[in-house]
């Protein structure tokens, strides 16, 4: 069964970091491209950064202007795991972050659909 569980969201001050992790199982994350989303209350989802497969444009990244700088994300294909570095973090970053995949690779480039999602975790920014 193919799976994606995220986890690391938590309560995190204005300017601190979290990491989040998106790990894949019954399939090998490497060939699909990863997306993180996030949606916060009362707003639209909003595609954060996405990573393409490893064959397809040699894996490169996505950012939304709103996360870029601030934001890094990256894969350890032997951990079969999808990485959300985010820095300088801000309360409008407050969200339910989701992972999700898509198998022909190239959801992040053409802008595909998602074929498989995480149920999410929640990371907010406050004092």
């Known amino acids: 069964q193919l799976q994606l569980v995220e986890s690391g969201g938590g309560l995190v001050q204005p300017g601190g970091s979290l990491r989040l992790s998106c790990a894949g199982s019954?399939?090998?994350?490497?060939?699909?491209?990863i997306g993180w989303f996030r949606q916060a209350p009362g707003k639209e989802r909003e595609k954060v950064s996405c990573?393409?497969?490893?064959?397809?444009?040699?894996?490169?990244?996505y950012y939304a202007d709103s996360v870029k700088g601030r934001f890094t994300i990256s894969r350890d294909n032997a951990k079969n795991t999808v990485y959300l570095q985010m820095n300088s973090l801000k309360p409008e970053d407050t969200a339910v972050y989701s992972c999700?995949?898509?198998?022909?690779?190239?959801?992040?480039?053409?802008?595909?659909?998602?074929?498989?999602w995480g149920k999410g975790t929640l990371v907010t920014v406050s004092s």
């Open positions: 990573i393409s497969s490893d064959n397809v444009e040699n894996g490169s990244a």
């Open positions: 019954g399939f090998s994350l490497g060939y699909y491209a």
């Open positions: 999700a995949a898509d198998a022909t690779g190239w959801a992040c480039a053409r802008g595909y659909g998602m074929d498989y």
